[in-house]
């Protein structure tokens, strides 16, 4: 593979990382919006809110998905430890930015996760006060499956 491919592919890692740290900004305020439409129990909000926060997710595993091919492309394993023998690679200015920039997306990733995790919680609890008024066995209606 040729110098200038590769730094094409880790130019495009790059700009990756850039739009995917933009990117999951937006995700953690939809979270947070999504948690206060399930707070006000807003049902028809959630159901308009839901198909942008998804078209979000599919960028993101679009994204991903073009990071684990950019790696192997260059090869190296598509995981912590080879981004960081990327990031090492890499000019020391470079590196040191490539290096923010993945750890910012990681610090991101995280209060993503711990916020869809609360999301759920929430969730799972409101479907549980809903049956204990309705009465109904816990678990999912079998119409829903």
């Known amino acids: 593979m ?9 130019r495009q890692l790059i700009v990756d990382l850039q ?11 939809s979270l947070d919006q999504q948690r206060s439409l399930l707070i006000a129990h ?3 909000g959630l159901q308009a809110f839901n198909p942008q926060q998804q078209q979000l997710f599919e960028v ?5 998905a073009q990071r684990v091919q950019l790696l192997a492309q260059l090869g190296l394993k598509a995981d912590e430890k080879g981004m960081q023998t990327l990031i090492s690679r890499l000019p020391p200015d470079l590196s040191t ?4 920039l993945w750890s910012q997306l990681h610090q991101l990733l995280l209060a993503c ?8 919680r929430l969730l ?14 816990a678990g999912y209606p ?3 499956l």
């Open 2 to 10: 040729s110098q200038s491919s590769n730094k094409e592919k880790i």
């Open 19 to 29: 739009q995917d740290v933009k990117s999951y900004g937006e995700l953690r305020a």
């Open 42 to 44: 807003d049902n028809q």
């Open 60 to 64: 993101l595993a679009q994204r991903a």
């Open 97 to 100: 930015r490539v290096n923010q």
């Open 113 to 120: 996760k711990i916020q869809n995790e609360c999301n759920g």
């Open 124 to 137: 799972a609890g409101q479907m549980e006060l809903i049956r204990s008024l309705l009465q109904q066995p």
């Open 142 to 144: 079998a119409s829903t």
